[in-house]
Each structure stands twice: as C-alpha cells, then as structure tokens.
C-alpha cells in the first residue's frame, strides 16, 4: 500500500547525499540531497512510492518542507555550513502553489542552518503546474533571498526553452532519458550537443545526470556540459564528501575521452584530407577556365562525393550543380518529397557556415558539422573554398553523404 498524508508524518526521514561534479574543474562541486524514507517498523519506503501516495498538493508541501528542513541539518551536521560548494535541494511546483507559508518554512530552515542561501540551489521539477502564475513570483522570493535557481529533468514532456526564457535558472539539469537516447542514436547525440549549447547561450549551466557508463561521461565531454553526477562519479551515501576527495571515475573518463577524440581527430583529419585536397585543386582549375564538370571531377570521383556548386560573393548559386555522375543525379530527381527543392538556381546559401568561415578564411578548405540538405533530404556535410574568379570572390562547395554509425559518440 502507498503510504497516505498521515503515514508520511510517521515516517523516518533521513538524507542521501550524491556528489556533484564539474567537468572543466574536474573536481567536486556540491552535492544535491536525496530524501530516504522508512515506516515505523524501520522498512524502507520507496520515494515514488512516498510521493506518489500523497493525496494532494497540501500534502506534497508538507514533505517538502519537512524534507528541506532534514537536508538542511544533516548537511550542517557534517560541518558544512561554510563549504564553499553547493547543496541541491529539491522543491516540487505544487509547493510553491501554497500560500507563502511553505515559502516561509523553507525560509526559516535556511535562517536556522546557518547555510548560506547563495550555497543552496533550488531544483524545481519541470512540470505542466509551471502554466500556473503564482509559481515565479515564489521561486523569485527564493532567488532574492540569494538561493540559485535550477530546472530539473529539462528535455522530458513538458519541457520548453520558453519556460528557460521566463525563468531565467542559474542550472539546467537534462533529463536521463536525453542521455539514454544520445547513447543509442547518433542524431539524439547531435540534438543534445545543441540543446546543451542553446541553454548555455541563454545564461543557464548545464548538467547531465544519469551518468551511470563511460560511455555516458563520454557523451557529457563531447556535449560541453558543465557539470556531470550519477553512480559512474558516486552513488548517494549518507556522508558528504570533502571537497579535496577527487573522483577517479572523472580522471578516467577524461583520459579516455581525450585519447579516444584523438583517434577520431586522426582518422577525421585522414579521411578528409582526399577532399580538402581535391576540392582545392577544382578551385584552380575553375580559377584556370576550366569547366565546373572539368573542375570538379577529380573530386567527385572521390568516396562519398555527391555534388559540387559554385557561389558568388553575395552567397548566390552561380552555376548548375556538378554532380558525381549521371546516377547521382537520377538519385536526386528521384527524392520525390524533395522535389520543391531540387532547383536551387539563384538561391542563396550567405547565411550558411560554409559560405560565411570560407569568405573568413579564403584560399582554405572549410568544413562543416553534418547536416540535412536541403536539395535531396540526406545527411552530408560541405566543404568550402574561397577563392578569385574573374576579379571577384567566389565560393566553391562539395557536398559529401554522411553515414554516422550507431554509438558514434565521442
């Protein structure tokens, strides 16, 4: 049975304290508190199993408060009341729907502790109760009193960047279930490199939790999170660690992921070195007078060369596309879904990387990231070269077709 409001007010409640680390640092950095339950006869109770059996929101308040007040303490009592790190704190939306009563409770426990608020981050479920406009102006009160703010579990259902937008929290924590997917399938690894990116633009750190593999820390160095936790770095334990207590999981996962982008630099380097060198050649020879078919040629003759495309100085398509051979081209006019797109006379690629890092840098092959083209809706990725052309700058392109492995992730 779940336990009810009642039975929650005779629980035992005690905490589990989980490490925090950062990855640039590569040491600890806090530590969020995990609430661990038991009955009246000393069995532990689940904590989904405690939430989930509570029969309203008054009553989810009330453990909050009361859980807040027990980390508090069990973090003072390890003598951390001036440790210069963190200590996470969650706090459910439905508490901060009550009247300013649990606000003022968690704001007394903050005052009795002798922790100071710029210590404590304040993690708030994601959750459809954030459509609710008495939510900001609580978690306001808290960020005023010094607390930091972070957003948990950003990535599942009801996550969106216009909650990050209106929040503004000092700390994005990514859902597992992000990470879960980036380990199985290399465009869920390429969305979350994004996603990562597009919240520390907005102001906020990012950190993943969930890590339970190398291969998760993996994927959290190559994303540029800022700060990893799960059972890989420490699993919850009712001691705190110090902060000069180092994780040998990090140390580990750094060396491996440095050796292991090394190899991929490599063989990135190796394999693209045909291309670069090819497709500078084709720009000589545009430069000579040669034709684009001429030209290009010897670089699509190369392994996954699709097509070759000339742009002016304003990112305009100056010529029809040279494309590897005639079944290349069939293969595009075959992509009936595409079709809209195939006829890119006149269009303007200025705003693309590849345009903008080749007038940068001209005279030098540039490359991009793998993305979907627009002409035929396959991966590929582009290199590009500035170069002179009857007195003006001109760009030439190379698609090639991208085939990323399953589990290509570091």
């Known amino acids: 049975m779940s336990p009810t409001s009642e039975g929650t007010a005779s629980c035992a409640l005690a905490t589990a304290f989980q490490p925090v680390f950062s990855l640039t640092h590569g040491r600890l950095v806090g530590h969020e508190a995990l609430l661990r339950a038991s009955d009246a006869d ?81 993690e708030v479920l994601e959750s459809p109760l954030f459509e609710d ?31 990050v937008f209106d929040l503004a929290p000092h700390l994005v924590k990514l859902d597992r279930r992000v990470l879960l997917r980036a380990k199985q399938d290399p465009k869920a690894l390429r969305i979350l490199q994004r996603m990562v990116s597009l919240l520390q633009e907005c102001g906020a750190l990012v950190l993943v939790e969930g890590i339970e593999t190398l291969q998760g820390a993996h994927i959290a160095l190559t994303c540029d999170a800022d700060f990893v936790q799960g059972y890989f770095f420490g699993r919850p334990q009712a001691a705190t660690l110090s902060l000069e207590d180092g994780s040998e999981a990090l140390d580990a996962a750094w060396h491996s992921f440095d050796e292991a982008q090394s190899r991929k630099d490599d063989r990135w380097r190796e394999s693209m070195a045909i291309h670069c060198d090819r497709l500078r050649q084709a720009s000589v020879a545009l430069a000579a007078g040669r034709s684009m078919d001429e030209a290009c040629a010897d670089f699509l003759s190369a392994p996954n060369a699709s097509m070759c495309y000339l742009l002016d100085d304003q990112g305009r398509q100056l010529a029809d596309i040279a494309f590897r051979d005639d079944a290349a081209r069939e293969k595009l006019q075959r992509a009936e879904q595409f079709e809209p797109l195939h006829n890119c006379s006149g269009a303007r690629w200025s705003r693309r990387q590849y345009f903008r890092r080749a007038v940068s840098f001209p005279g030098t092959v540039q490359l991009t990231r793998p993305y979907l083209t627009l002409q035929g809706g396959w991966m590929c990725l582009t290199g590009s070269i500035a170069f002179e052309l009857g007195g003006r700058t001109a760009i030439l392109c190379g698609d090639l077709r991208v085939h990323l492995p399953a589990g290509d992730v570091t």
Not at 99 to 114: F, M, W
């Open 42 to 122: 000393g069995r532990p109770i689940a904590p989904n199993r405690l939430f989930d059996g509570l029969p309203d929101h008054h009553a989810r308040a009330d453990l909050d408060v009361r859980a807040v007040r027990q980390h508090l303490q069990a973090y003072a009592a390890m003598g951390k009341r001036d440790s210069p790190e963190w200590l996470l704190l969650n706090l459910h939306p439905a508490t901060l729907l009550e009247s300013t009563g649990a606000l003022q409770d968690i704001d007394r426990a903050l005052d009795a502790s002798g922790i100071r608020a710029s210590r404590v981050v304040i």
């Open 133 to 163: 406009e008495r939510v900001y102006p609580a978690l306001q009160q808290l960020r005023a009193k010094g607390c930091l703010i972070a957003l948990d579990d950003f990535g599942a259902g009801h996550s969106n960047f216009e909650r």
